[in-house]
């Protein structure tokens, strides 16, 4: 059977179905439900647990089993903690509320959930408890007032736990809360709870409690995390600055702007494959002066800076002149000037190389027999 609800209003005061049953029931007051004050019959059988009905066309969330649980469940506690004041009151003690917290260490997948407990005496002194009163801009289920004057909050969850803005709006007013889990076990059945004992909580406003050893597992995983952040932070500093090694690097200095292959043939039957480069020094990405130089010969052919006149041709004539230098038969120079080689692809594809012989073949073949170079069909 699902969950009913346990508590009426009675005479504008909201009290258990229970202090009735001694009563025939045309003897029994009106009653009406305390959410949507509808009338409700008193069911105060022996069969199941004393409860109340509405008609069965009402519309009222305390229909539902789950609204019926918490409001059970916070009217009880409600009850059992003014009757803690009366306790005290006769006892010359103060009235005080005791929790139970369990360890909320979540461990690993294969680790073994936390059993460990802690019993604290949580609100003392309270000489009022009121239901659902506004706090601030809040309203806890259950509010422990001393003097007028609000001290504690009870939040009793069913399907919802206490929101995280509802945990920081309770924080900013001040308000130590803790959160109970309502359920049937907790006001009926062999062992309902009362006041002497301790009321098992969740979770409390300052989170929830680890015990020592767990605590010192979570410090030395977050010191782990923490870590970790702080080797990745500088890892992503160091490629920062790499990079802009780099890009320094890209923009100064000399850099190839323009290459050219060119294969030189010999009477003796050698053959040679050169390439000539023109680079261009840069200044902060400016080009600042240009130079002709060759792959197999150490010193730069010709230097120029930005102030000289027509240097292409100054170039092309000095690239012509140490073409003709080299005494050879055959001068292959018919690859064009390219834009310069992307090493880092040439890595990767080396079968881009135009330096690389295997890929990009000689375009003459030496004939023995005749002691002569022949051009290569393809
Ligand atoms: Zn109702
Ligand atoms: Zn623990």
Same mark, same amino acid.
């Given at each position: 059977?699902?969950?009913?609800?346990?508590?009426?209003?009675?005479?504008?005061?909201?009290?258990?179905?229970?202090?009735?049953?001694?009563?025939?029931?045309?003897?029994?007051?009106?009653?009406?439900?305390?959410?949507?004050?509808?009338?409700?019959?008193?069911?105060?059988?022996?069969? *199941?647990?004393?409860?109340? +009905?509405?008609?069965?066309?009402? @519309?009222?969330? $305390?229909? !539902?089993? &789950?609204? /019926?649980?918490? =409001?059970?469940?916070?009217?009880?506690?409600?009850?059992?903690?003014?009757?803690?004041?009366?306790?005290?009151?006769?006892?010359?003690?103060?009235?005080?509320?005791?929790?139970?917290?369990?360890?909320?260490?979540?461990?690993?997948?294969?680790?073994?959930?936390?059993?460990?407990?802690?019993?604290?005496?949580?609100?003392?002194?309270?000489?009022?408890?009121?239901?659902?009163?506004?706090?601030?801009?809040?309203?806890?289920?259950?509010?422990?007032?001393? *003097?007028?004057?609000?001290? +504690?909050?009870?939040?009793?969850? @069913?399907?919802? $736990?206490? !929101?995280? &803005?509802? /945990?920081?709006? =309770?924080?900013?007013?001040?308000?130590?809360?803790?959160?109970?889990?309502?359920?049937?076990?907790?006001?009926?059945?062999?062992?309902?709870?009362?006041?002497?004992?301790?009321?098992?909580?969740?979770?409390?406003?300052?989170?929830?409690?680890?015990?020592?050893?767990?605590?010192?597992?979570?410090?030395?995983?977050?010191?782990?995390?923490?870590?970790?952040?702080?080797?990745?932070?500088?890892?992503?500093?160091?490629?920062?600055?790499?990079?802009?090694?780099?890009?320094?690097?890209?923009?100064?200095?000399?850099?190839?702007?323009?290459?050219?292959?060119?294969?030189?043939?010999?009477?003796?039957?050698?053959?040679?494959?050169?390439?000539?480069?023109?680079?261009?020094?840069?200044?902060?990405?400016?080009?600042?002066?240009?130079?002709?130089?060759?792959?197999?010969?150490?010193?730069?052919?010709?230097?120029?800076?930005?102030?000289?006149?027509?240097?292409?041709?100054?170039?092309?004539?000095?690239?012509?002149?140490?073409?003709?230098?080299?005494?050879?038969?055959?001068?292959?120079?018919?690859?064009?000037?390219?834009?310069?080689?992307?090493?880092?692809?040439?890595?990767?594809?080396?079968?881009?190389?135009?330096?690389?012989?295997?890929?990009?073949?000689?375009?003459?073949?030496?004939?023995?027999?005749?002691?002569?170079?022949?051009?290569?069909?393809?």
């Amino acid at each position: 059977m699902p969950a009913k609800l346990q508590w009426v209003s009675v005479a504008d005061e909201v009290v258990h179905v229970s202090q009735f049953a001694s009563l025939k029931p045309k003897q029994r007051p009106r009653a009406s439900c305390p959410v949507c004050g509808d009338q409700v019959i008193m069911k105060l059988g022996a069969k *199941n647990a004393h409860h109340c +009905a509405h008609k069965p066309d009402a @519309v009222c969330a $305390a229909t !539902s089993g &789950e609204t /019926a649980v918490h =409001l059970n469940s916070k009217l009880y506690i409600a009850r059992k903690l003014e009757k803690e004041i009366t306790r005290a009151q006769q006892d010359g003690d103060l009235p005080r509320l005791v929790i139970k917290e369990l360890c909320g260490y979540k461990g690993g997948y294969y680790e073994k959930t936390c059993t460990e407990e802690r019993s604290t005496v949580w609100a003392v002194g309270f000489d009022e408890v009121a239901v659902e009163v506004r706090v601030g801009n809040r309203q806890p289920d259950i509010t422990l007032r001393h *003097n007028g004057m609000d001290m +504690a909050g009870i939040e009793v969850h @069913v399907t919802n $736990a206490v !929101s995280d &803005e509802k /945990a920081a709006d =309770l924080e900013l007013l001040g308000l130590p809360w803790i959160e109970v889990k309502g359920k049937p076990e907790l006001y009926e059945g062999d062992w309902p709870w009362n006041s002497l004992q301790t009321l098992k909580v969740t979770r409390t406003g300052e989170g929830r409690w680890r015990c020592a050893t767990c605590a010192a597992k979570e410090a030395e995983a977050a010191a782990r995390k923490a870590e970790e952040a702080r080797l990745e932070q500088e890892r992503a500093e160091q490629a920062a600055l790499w990079e802009k090694q780099k890009e320094h690097e890209r923009n100064n200095g000399w850099h190839n702007r323009l290459c050219r292959v060119v294969d030189f043939y010999y009477s003796s039957g050698k053959k040679f494959r050169d390439m000539y480069q023109v680079q261009h020094l840069l200044d902060d990405g400016q080009e600042v002066g240009l130079r002709l130089q060759c792959v197999s010969q150490k010193v730069a052919l010709l230097v120029l800076d930005d102030g000289d006149r027509d240097p292409m041709l100054r170039i092309a004539a000095c690239f012509r002149s140490d073409i003709n230098r080299q005494r050879a038969v055959i001068v292959d120079d018919s690859m064009k000037w390219s834009e310069p080689l992307d090493w880092d692809l040439l890595d990767a594809r080396p079968d881009l190389d135009p330096m690389n012989p295997m890929t990009a073949h000689f375009g003459y073949r030496w004939d023995k027999y005749a002691n002569k170079w022949r051009k290569r069909w393809r």
